[in-house]
């Protein structure tokens, strides 16, 4: 492709030679002179200059010497994610029903639907135009999928859930599953009945092996255009909102809801029944409480989560204790010399 048409194609303006032959997309270190990279932030920037990469996206403010061909975007990096489904364009499917696949009975499939090797379909379910259920997948009765959806080997859907257009869900997830509800009785748990569903709207992914829990009674429910990273775990009656990430090992216990564009760094905890709110952000590795609310736009770290700049400050002065330590030892040593004089 020539640096020209990949303009045209991302709908952006370039300038230098523009029948440069381009091949493929690399990071800015290893790129060679038919390679794509792309300038996100200042630290590429330095490195650009002695990158052999034969074209840039950069930023549109970006001042680029004469030698170097570049296609100028307002978003570097999406617009070489764009690139990088022009150049490794998705895997065709051929559609069909794999000869050991098992489909139930009142299965509606649409038109271009692959289903693969051992997979199973359940009695009643719908499969939308040009889905993809690969090997060894699991799709329970009465589920619902979208067009163009995604299921990568080894998924289990449970029965009952709907699952929207454009969906991807990597290998190893379950959708579905029973919550985690027990209540106790003469010293002993037991269960309380899981009876409610699985909603996943449109364009959700959600990584390998992560696990969403259905309602014990109404719906947990994945907002359109939400990422779930691997092994995150939403529990049951969680309401996630649209756009959301979360990053990997995450863990959401019953009934929390996060609402629209909030950020969820990898391994943060976050209590039953709590709250974020619009375009919050959790730091990694942070707790949220029981019932706690995390304010939209705020950013919290920490164990409890807490306030970004209030976190920093606990950890500035957790680091000047060894020194108060020993002022506080000198400081004992000269009143008891003190005390000894008199």
């Given at each position: 492709?020539?640096?020209?048409?990949?303009?045209e194609?991302?709908?952006?303006?370039?300038?230098?030679?523009?029948?440069?032959?381009?091949?493929?997309?690399?990071?800015?270190?290893?790129?060679?002179?038919?390679?794509?990279?792309?300038?996100?932030?200042?630290?590429?920037?330095?490195?650009?200059?002695?990158?052999?990469?034969?074209?840039?996206?950069?930023?549109?403010?970006?001042?680029?010497?004469?030698?170097?061909?570049?296609?100028?975007?307002?978003?570097?990096?999406?617009?070489?994610?764009?690139?990088?489904?022009r150049?490794?364009?998705?895997?065709?499917?051929?559609?069909?029903?794999?000869?050991?696949?098992?489909?139930?009975?009142?299965v509606?499939?649409g038109?271009?639907?692959?289903?693969?090797?051992?997979?199973?379909?359940?009695?009643?379910?719908?499969?939308?135009?040009?889905?993809?259920?690969?090997?060894?997948?699991?799709?329970?009765?009465?589920?619902?999928?979208?067009e163009?959806?995604?299921?990568?080997?080894?998924?289990?859907?449970?029965?009952?859930?709907?699952?929207?257009r454009?969906?991807?869900?990597?290998?190893?997830?379950?959708?579905?599953?029973?919550?985690?509800?027990?209540?106790?009785?003469?010293?002993?748990?037991?269960?309380?009945?899981?009876?409610?569903?699985?909603?996943?709207?449109?364009?959700?992914e959600?990584?390998?092996?992560?696990?969403?829990?259905?309602?014990?009674l109404?719906?947990?429910?994945?907002?359109?255009?939400?990422?779930?990273?691997?092994?995150?775990?939403?529990?049951?009656?969680?309401?996630?909102?649209?756009?959301?990430?979360?990053?990997?090992?995450?863990?959401?216990?019953?009934?929390?809801?996060?609402?629209?564009?909030?950020?969820?760094?990898?391994?943060v905890?976050?209590?039953?029944?709590?709250?974020?709110?619009?375009?919050?952000?959790?730091?990694?590795?942070?707790?949220?409480?029981?019932?706690?609310?995390?304010?939209?736009?705020?950013?919290?770290?920490?164990?409890?989560?807490?306030?970004?700049?209030?976190?920093?400050?606990e950890?500035?002065?957790?680091?000047?204790?060894?020194?108060?330590?020993?002022?506080?030892?000198?400081?004992?040593?000269?009143?008891?010399?003190?005390?000894?004089?008199?």
């Amino acid at each position: 492709m020539r640096v020209r048409e990949l303009a045209e194609w991302l709908g952006a303006t370039f300038e230098g030679d523009g029948e440069r032959e381009l091949t493929g997309v690399a990071p800015l270190e290893t790129a060679g002179t038919e390679d794509v990279a792309f300038v996100g932030n200042r630290k590429a920037a330095a490195l650009a200059e002695s990158s052999a990469a034969g074209c840039l996206i950069v930023p549109m403010e970006w001042s680029s010497p004469s030698y170097r061909t570049v296609i100028r975007a307002a978003e570097p990096r999406t617009a070489f994610a764009r690139a990088m489904n022009r150049f490794y364009p998705t895997a065709e499917l051929n559609p069909g029903i794999h000869p050991t696949a098992v489909v139930g009975k009142d299965v509606e499939l649409g038109a271009m639907v692959y289903v693969g090797p051992h997979a199973v379909v359940g009695d009643g379910t719908r499969i939308g135009v040009a889905s993809s259920i690969g090997a060894g997948c699991i799709v329970g009765k009465r589920v619902s999928m979208g067009e163009g959806c995604v299921l990568h080997p080894n998924v289990t859907v449970y029965d009952n859930v709907d699952i929207g257009r454009g969906s991807v869900l990597h290998s190893g997830c379950v959708i579905g599953a029973d919550g985690f509800g027990y209540v106790m009785e003469h010293e002993r748990w037991h269960k309380f009945p899981q009876v409610g569903r699985v909603e996943i709207a449109d364009f959700v992914e959600i990584g390998a092996n992560s696990c969403v829990d259905r309602a014990a009674l109404g719906v947990t429910s994945i907002g359109e255009g939400t990422k779930l990273d691997n092994m995150v775990h939403v529990g049951h009656n969680c309401r996630i909102g649209k756009h959301v990430v979360v990053a990997a090992q995450t863990g959401f216990s019953g009934g929390v809801v996060v609402e629209d564009y909030a950020v969820i760094g990898g391994q943060v905890g976050i209590g039953d029944k709590a709250r974020i709110e619009t375009r919050a952000v959790l730091g990694s590795g942070c707790g949220v409480l029981t019932s706690k609310v995390v304010r939209s736009g705020e950013t919290v770290w920490g164990t409890p989560a807490r306030p970004l700049k209030r976190h920093l400050e606990e950890l500035a002065n957790l680091g000047r204790l060894p020194e108060l330590r020993k002022e506080v030892a000198e400081l004992k040593r000269r009143l008891a010399e003190l005390e000894r004089r008199n």
